[in-house]
DNA sequence: GTTCGACCTGTACGATCGCCCTGATTCTAG
DNA sequence: CTAGAATCAGGGCGATCGTACAGGTCGAAC
């Protein structure tokens, strides 16, 4: 069989722990909690990886970088810079900013400021984010194509950290516009 | 005494919960780490506080509060929409995303998806901020002022948040300014 | 000087934590 | 069919958690 039984123990595992990052925290993801989530007995999660820490941090990048590149394909259908912006809010507006995989991204962040090496994992995957997206600007004659990708990145993460907190309002998307402005 | 015994050792307490927020994270502050921090016997927390979510809460409205105030008062000095950007992204600089006031900003993001008091409170400082920078760009002629103040106060946080995985593209400040337009 | 309240210490309780170890079970190669 | 590897359950260890409580210290009011 191409996929062991203890392989899909293992990816039962990765996807608890993603969720439970987002819903209960990083810090607060228990042994026991996870085992229970993904219904197997506590001591397989130390058989199948080393500490919690390992199992939050694959399970964390992982996710991440599923999301981002599914994230960064909307830029591939769209036809000019503003149609980009739309597209990117568009992708985005899936996500309430209190369901689980937004919060898994805000806590990793987090948890990154506190482990260089999941720190240097992280930075890999949104320099990758930025980098894809500021060459999409830069084909398309936006102005300052890497800043522009670092603020459109940055507005995407703030304003799911904002909207947990409340309903935004309803021209983010048209101001957001503004930010890709050709090149002179 | 204006001010009593008790009451210094109460603030003490309060200003190393801000503290051990930002190092350590949210649900990471135990009491004795905080009685420690603060050079009191761990039973002294329970005496001036019902319990720890409650120091944890009131440091960090406290300590968010004084920020956005001083913050929000960079704008007056300001004279024009690019001018009033620029001061606050310089406000902003003097947090490297790194530190502690950057991370506790964050963490209490999170913590207050899970506690719908500290929610309601977090909600209202910021609303309230968003709306002082609302009243500002519009008097500025601004278009889109409201839409405007939220898309600077998301990629402010979200700023820091990318900021504390890697230095920033220098250009940021003049593609930020891009967002306020003057109305037409 | 005594009383009283504010303030603090030390200790204790039950719960939970990460991690380890020992056996049982299940699967697979020979 | 069997030996061995892979996988899992259960229990236990020391540490730490939040909280409660009983007693001690100390300054101020009377």
Redesign the pocket.
Known sequence: ?AV???????RRLLTAAAELIGERGW?????????EHA????????????????VLSEAAVTAMREVLETSQQVFAVATSPADGVDALLASVDQYSGTDPMSRLFVETYLAAGRDPELRDRIAGLVTAFRTQITDWLAAHQVADPAASAAILAAAVDGLLLHRSLGPLDDQVGAVLRRVVIPCE
């Open positions: 069989m062991t039984k203890g392989e899909q123990v293992r810090s607060a993801v228990s042994t026991r909690i996870l085992a219904g197997v007995s506590a001591s397989v999660v130390h058989y199948h990886f080393p500490s919690i820490q390992a």
